[in-house]
């Protein structure tokens, strides 16, 4: 069946989005969650094992799926240079992005902070920062792409 590869493509694609928004989606949920403070409506500390055994399930389909798709995309031929470069600054910022939300040892309570300075404190604001910049590379990498494949067309 000449299909069968495009349509694993389309799967592996369908499943590294997920996860990505899966990521991204959690990120945001958890800063909201936080700005509404500890009264009524913040999860449980059930809910927030839960919520992150699923991110990092999600995580290990990001990473398989972008490892799975960025060796199919460097197969082909005639991958601009430009791909390639703003593809390392993605995968580099993926990797900040995963550091940047591995559990730390906790020194005591931080200093409270007030306003903007609040937030940039934050891991989990930088994460969704870093994940909304990697969801822009992701665009900008689909639109070399259709140019290249359009310039060769």
């Known amino acids: 069946m000449a299909e069968s590869p495009a349509v694993f493509l389309v799967i592996l694609r369908w499943l590294?989005?997920?996860?990505?928004a899966l990521w991204l989606g959690g990120g945001l949920l958890l800063l909201a969650l936080r700005a509404r403070g500890q009264?009524?409506?913040?999860?449980?500390?059930?809910?927030?094992?839960t919520?992150?055994?699923?991110?990092?399930?999600?995580?290990?389909?990001?990473?398989?799926?972008?490892?799975?798709?960025?060796?199919?995309?460097?197969?082909?031929?005639?991958?601009?240079?430009g791909y390639v470069v703003v593809l390392v600054g993605k995968i580099a910022l993926a990797f900040a992005m995963f550091w940047l939300a591995l559990p730390r040892s906790r020194r005591g309570p931080a200093p409270p902070a007030e306003g903007w300075s609040r937030w940039t404190?934050?891991?989990?604001?930088?994460?969704?920062?870093?994940?909304?910049?990697?969801?822009?590379?992701?665009?900008?990498?689909?639109?070399?792409?259709?140019?290249?494949a359009l310039a060769i067309g």
């Open 39 to 49: 009264g009524p409506g913040v999860p449980s500390v059930s809910w927030g094992r």
């Open 121 to 148: 404190r934050d891991r989990t604001f930088w994460i969704v920062v870093i994940a909304l910049v990697v969801y822009l590379l992701s665009v900008i990498l689909n639109e070399i792409i259709e140019r290249a």
């Open 16 to 20: 590294h989005v997920v996860a990505a």
């Open 51 to 81: 919520a992150g055994h699923t991110l990092r399930l999600g995580v290990a389909v990001f990473i398989v799926t972008g490892a799975l798709l960025t060796a199919v995309r460097l197969a082909e031929p005639n991958v601009p240079v």
